[in-house]
């Protein structure tokens, strides 16, 4: 059907769903309720090429193209999207930054541990009161009088992986007073001086993706270790985002085909009056609705691949594709988790069956990587090129 989908492209979805099954899914329920991070099965994904499929080979990856990724994040995402999360963050926010901006001695110091899984990378733009508006951000970084190093002060929040990054690409302001064209971007060691993990996020979904807050206070980090031309942050990060917005539409695709499979096969079993609840005109709607919506987000995320593998190529932008599967496909996995649970009534609400579990993880979707709000902003102006 789709003949984009190579034979490799198919074996790397296999060896996803196989671990996604027999590593993830036994263990996501324990690890959703304690809150603790999966290094163990997050160093297995590393050593089976996850957490850098677009990395080329030289640099520790699998040397693959953005659809092996969709394909890989959904397979996961099925068992437990905390997985996804930190499988996405090391993909789409670190990686591929490293891999358009980064210098060939940046690569090989810091892209290879992380895409081999050996070490965990993060992804820092929010601050307390700098959200979706980066142009705000209260962080500083200052350039000493000898210009070896940059002088780091200041807190970022929701910075996700922090607590057990290794490493982290921070944007900040050296140039306050050109707003968000004064944002750099600097490749941080959390092992250094001057770095401290502030409190750990008490979340509602994706509970074992561990997210914090991070503190800077005189930290030095050399000038070798900026990312990119000084005042180029923001483009980085924007850059970044469109790789990470296809990402997350993939984990919000799976969380969706999750709670649809449980929902067909529930709907096959469960009887009411006499008969399957499948076999009701109700149940069967919100089943048709919830496959012609999950389908649907497919094809926009297929777009959004096909959107950036193009772009790689040709040195374009692929932003509306990315927005646009990202809108979808999260307010998708939010719809379909609603009438999961509806389905399944009393028993979909009970932590004996993970349709809460999806419920939960499907609402950060919507917000995180650019609220829902954000998306339709950057759809509509790419449409309209206005401001």
């Known amino acids: 059907m789709f003949d984009f989908i190579t034979e490799e492209h198919k074996m790397i979805q296999q060896a996803a769903r196989d671990f996604a099954r027999a590593a993830i899914a036994p263990i996501a329920a324990e690890y959703d309720e304690s809150g603790d991070f999966p290094l163990r099965t997050i160093r297995e994904m590393g050593q089976l090429g996850f957490m850098g499929i677009e990395v080329p080979e030289e640099y520790g990856g699998a040397g693959m ?11 996961i995402c099925k068992a437990d999207a905390s997985h996804g999360t930190i499988m996405s963050v090391n993909n789409s926010l670190f990686a591929h930054g490293l891999m358009k901006f980064g210098t060939e001695e940046q690569k090989q110091k810091y892209l290879v541990p992380v895409a081999t899984g050996q070490k965990i990378g993060a992804y820092s733009l929010t601050e307390p009161m700098s959200g979706s508006d980066a142009g705000t951000m209260k962080s500083r970084a200052v350039l000493n009088e000898a210009g ?24 900040t302001m050296t140039q306050p007073e050109k707003t968000h064209k004064g944002v ?37 980090c050399p000038v070798e270790n900026r990312l990119g031309a000084e005042g180029e942050g923001f483009k980085i990060a924007m850059t970044v985002l469109d790789a990470g917005r ?14 649809l499979e449980a929902s067909i096969a529930y709907a096959k079993e469960r009887e009411a009056f006499g008969q399957k609840i499948g076999e009701f005109q109700m149940i069967q709607q919100k089943l048709a609705d919830m496959k012609c919506r999950v389908d649907a987000s497919r094809l926009l995320i297929y777009q959004a691949a096909l959107a950036k593998m ?13 927005s646009m599967a990202k809108l ?60």
């Open 148 to 171: 070896t190093h940059y002088v780091i002060n200041g807190r970022k929040s929701w910075v996700t992986s922090a607590p057990y990054a290794d490493t982290i690409v921070l944007f």
């Open 328 to 387: 979808f496909a999260s307010e998708t996995a939010m719809w379909v988790t609603t009438q999961a649970i509806q389905i399944h009534g009393g028993m979909g609400y009970s932590k004996e069956m993970p349709l809460e579990r999806y419920f939960r993880d499907a609402k950060i979707t919507e917000i995180y990587e650019g609220t829902s709000e954000i998306q339709r902003m950057v759809i509509a102006r790419s449409l309209t090129g206005l401001r």
């Open 310 to 322: 193009a772009a790689t190529r040709t040195g374009g932008r692929y932003s509306m594709e990315a």
């Open 246 to 259: 296809i990402g997350i539409a993939s984990q919000a695709l799976g969380i969706a085909e999750a709670a």
């Open 184 to 220: 750099s971007a600097f490749i941080i060691e959390t092992d250094k001086p001057g770095f401290t993990r502030g409190k750990k996020e008490p979340k509602l979904g994706i509970r074992a993706s561990a997210t914090s807050e991070i503190i800077f206070d005189n930290y030095e």
């Open 65 to 75: 193209d953005t659809v092996a990724y969709v394909l890989a994040m959904v397979e």
